[in-house]
């Protein structure tokens, strides 16, 4: 599921969470053997005609369940259905229908059947219901935020800023919650599905649009079947006003539902789509299965994207202008990663949240073989290196990546699961091999289709292709935890003629790690590489060499899921960029020269990273370079100035300017100014704010122009800001309006400090009341999932440091209307 935009939005730093898997409501006290769900009957055929409330937000469902005993014979069934309103159970029995007894709980309901059923015996049950989301009660986790499966998003249209939407969201379980099912991921089912919604909205559902209907009320009924089977948390319904831009691969239809405003762009954000399709393809030796692929864009979507088979739902932080396309779109590896999943989860599903990883860890690293494919090793190596400091920071070592013990379903989301999980795949292809790799993966699906699988039969797949036994490799990642600590010392003894090795595995515990590894010796441009296993806590590893190498590389490949310290010297790291050259090395002698600036050799180095071939390295050494150093400073200025007006990449000319702009400098002045108006969000943010620096007045002037215009990601930040600090209370107006304007998430999160800023400058009261009031409608909108997260900071931050300092003016009036407020336990003491 949904690129790991996991933790979603909302630190308290205000900074935007990279989409990093991380942990829900803590439920560890309460963990216990979660086995595979029981199958007791199996979904067969699920057909649904269904009409929605928009008043209530209310959908009004009939359902045909068609079912068969697993094995053995059984005369009743439970279905999950949340919170919903039962009002007709029966058989089908040919045209007539015999009403059955049952009981219901809210949660299960338990179907008493007619007659006992034998194993491979069809039957089909009748249900008619209200599911009534907004008043049933699941517990999220930090993948998805919130579980009450069917969402109304402005459902009477009262919010002139937000579209009318309806859109579903079944990972874990929560397609019971509109729709009578057996919500496990280990069932499969075809489809059908009859929309009823108002004539002036398109639908999006699983499968292919058959027909559509008009009725005589204004409303359209859209009928869409699913003749492949897939599990119950991919159904997928969508409707909404949005434009619907077709492409095709191989024959099928291929579509993208945006917001109409971004028809124009739609193909910029998802036109690779057939491209990758075709990738994938030949990748798995398996040709995309399904009979569409439709991608939809969701407002106030609680994940980052879903994997709805046929029908990807995407947060509508997906949809970007043209101006922000400039720094490149933002959004391409969310899109590999859920085209993936119709591969692994969708084709081929885990059979329990246990074994998530073989869905999760999948889409994950699809996001690396992607990049590799279409932009190079360089940025295949960045996304991986990310996504595995991702994993490392997340404090997530304890647990398995196949976890049996869990508080919740919802634990399992997290950075083990999915960047962990991608980082194994990444050292098995190493291993084995990109060619047996893609072999075993053709071997997995085409063994398990339309089935569901766990982790062992993903190994068996890779001992057929390979003919190794690779139970340890399991064993080690799949069915342990944590990661190697390694700390490298090298040596060369002269005597010997040797250079030595030593690896001392630190990490706490007991556990060791098998380490398949290339070492490379460096003679110059010369490379002798040496294939080792580091198996225990300390291994010594010896190489003939002549003559003391110019640098020995523990990890050539730099494919290892661990953290490492080593005792290089910058002669070493200044080799290892010249001559090793992968994005890692680089990026690790960049690191070592950035902690040495004092030391002409690393000045040089950094001076040439500036120029790297690739944009992240370059972006990544202007970040690092100190310009208060007065020989850094003189080495890398006119290289800065260069790159400020001549980089081909965006973000890496945004970021020259934002160097250049500490220097508070007027002679860069003219620069500045003629930046702002670049077409790129991040280059004009980042001329505006060097501008401030120089010459408030002009910066005002142009911050107010710009706050006429659409200004989003860093430009936005930054016309806030130098309106802000002006202190001039005649840019209340716009800012408040900006904030109010901003579409749910992290961006309009990122305003709180702001706000506050400015609110606590004026005196004004109504200015005052209508912050404060805005500042708390978005608060009460926050999920409970993230609510222990903000409201510390919300409340207990602004809020409260909004009302000391209107006490400490005198404005008593305006701290009482802002402690009114708060919720009493934040109230106390004052």
């Not at 359902?63 to 279905?79: C, E, G, Q, R, V």
């Not at 309103?85 to 338990?110: M, Q």
């Not at 139970?471 to 700390?487: A, E, R």
């Amino acid at each position: 599921m949904k690129k790991v935009l996991l933790a979603f939005f909302f630190v308290l730093s205000a900074a935007t969470l990279l989409a990093q898997p991380g942990s829900g409501k803590d439920t560890s006290w309460k963990k216990e053997f979660r086995e595979t769900s029981t199958r007791i009957n199996d979904l067969v055929h699920t057909k649904l005609d269904v009409k929605f409330d928009y008043d209530k937000s209310y959908m009004y469902g009939k359902a045909w369940i068609t079912l068969k005993p697993h094995f053995y014979a059984t005369d009743s069934l439970t279905l999950d259905a949340k919170g919903m309103d039962i009002h007709k159970v029966a058989l089908v029995k040919g045209t007539a229908t015999k009403e059955l007894k049952y009981g219901y709980d809210g949660w299960f309901l338990r179907i008493m059947l007619d007659k006992t059923y034998k194993g491979e015996e069809n039957y089909t049950v009748y249900i008619e219901y209200t599911a009534k989301p907004d008043e049933v009660k699941v517990q999220g986790s930090a993948a998805i935020n919130d579980a009450k499966g069917l969402y109304f998003i402005n459902p009477k249209g009262e919010d002139k800023d937000k579209p009318t939407q309806i859109w579903t969201q079944g990972e874990t379980e929560a397609t019971s919650v509109w729709c009578p099912t057996i919500d496990k991921p280990n069932q499969k089912t075809t489809q059908e599905m009859y929309m009823t919604v108002p004539a002036k909205y398109v639908t999006l559902s699983n499968g292919k649009l058959v027909s559509q209907k008009k009725n005589a009320d204004g409303t359209r009924t859209d009928y869409w079947k699913m003749d492949l089977p897939h599990a119950p948390y991919l159904f997928y319904m969508g409707v909404g006003d949005y434009a619907i831009i077709k492409d095709t691969w191989k024959g099928k239809e291929v579509s993208y539902y945006v917001e109409k405003e971004y028809a124009p762009v739609a193909k910029k954000i998802f036109g690779l789509t057939p491209e990758m399709i075709t990738f994938f393809s030949k990748l798995t030796g398996v040709d995309y299965p399904w009979v569409k692929y439709a991608q939809i864009t969701g407002r106030d979507y609680v994940s980052g994207a879903m994997e709805n088979t046929t029908a990807t739902l995407h947060g509508s932080s997906a949809q970007q202008d043209a101006r922000q396309l400039t720094d490149g779109n933002g959004w391409e590896s969310t899109i590999a990663h859920e085209l993936f999943h119709q591969w692994f989860g969708d084709y081929v599903t885990s059979e329990s949240w246990s074994n998530i990883t073989v869905n999760e860890s999948f889409a994950n690293y699809s996001e690396v073989l992607w990049y590799e494919y279409k932009y190079g090793k360089d940025a295949a190596d960045e996304q991986n290196y990310n996504d595995m400091q991702g994993y490392l920071f997340s404090n997530s070592g304890k647990k398995d990546l196949v976890r049996f013990y869990y508080g919740d379903k919802e634990d399992v989301f997290d950075a083990v699961s999915y960047n962990k999980g991608g980082r194994i795949l990444h050292m098995l292809r190493n291993y084995v091999g990109a060619e047996a790799f893609s072999k075993a993966l053709n071997v997995y699906l085409t063994t398990n289709k339309f089935k569901a699988a766990e982790a062992q039969q993903l190994r068996l797949a890779f001992e057929e292709v390979t003919g190794r036994d690779l139970n340890w490799y399991w064993n080690q990642w799949y069915y342990g935890s944590g990661h190697p600590g390694l700390d490298i010392n090298y040596s060369y003894d002269e005597t010997t003629k040797k250079a030595r090795v030593i690896v001392n595995q630190t990490q706490s515990g007991d556990k060791i790690f098998k380490l398949p590894v290339a070492v490379d010796v460096y003679n110059g441009a010369n490379k002798t590489r040496y294939n080792v296993w580091a198996k225990n806590k300390v291994d010594t590893f010896y190489f003939d060499a002549q003559k003391k190498p110019d640098l020995v590389n523990f990890d050539g490949d730099k494919i290892l899921l661990c953290t490492k310290k080593e005792n290089k010297t910058l002669d070493e790291y200044i080799h290892q960029y010249k001559y090793a050259g992968s994005y890692l090395d680089r990026r690790e002698a960049i690191d070592f020269a950035a902690k040495n600036q004092d030391d002409p050799k690393a000045v040089d180095l950094l001076k040439t990273a500036l120029k790297d071939q690739y944009d992240g390295l370059r972006n990544l050494a202007i970040g690092k370079i100190d310009l208060k150093k007065e020989n850094m400073k003189q080495a890398a200025v006119p290289v800065l100035v260069d790159l400020a007006k001549n980089d081909p990449e965006r973000p890496v000319k945004g970021a020259a300017i934002g160097k250049l702009g500490q220097l508070k400098d007027p002679a860069y002045a003219g620069l500045f100014k003629a930046a702002i108006n670049d077409s790129s969000y991040t280059v004009s943010g980042n001329a505006l704010e060097a501008l401030s620096t120089i010459d408030e007045a002009a910066a005002l002037n142009e911050a107010k122009r710009l706050a006429t215009e659409t200004t989003k990601g860093k430009l936005s930040s930054v016309v806030n800001s130098v309106l802000i600090k002006s202190g001039d209370e005649s840019v209340a107006d716009i800012v408040l309006s900006k904030f109010e304007k901003a579409p749910f998430g992290q961006a309009k999160f990122n305003l709180l400090q702001g706000i506050g800023e400015m609110l606590a400058k004026t005196k004004n009261a109504e200015t005052v009341k209508r912050g404060i009031d805005a500042i708390v409608k978005f608060r009460d909108a926050i999920p409970e999932a993230f609510k222990g997260q903000t409201d510390t900071y919300i409340n207990g931050t602004l809020l409260k440091g909004l009302m000391n300092k209107k006490t400490e003016a005198g404005l008593q009036e305006q701290a009482d209307y802002i402690k009114s407020k708060l919720p009493e336990e934040e109230k106390k003491g004052f």
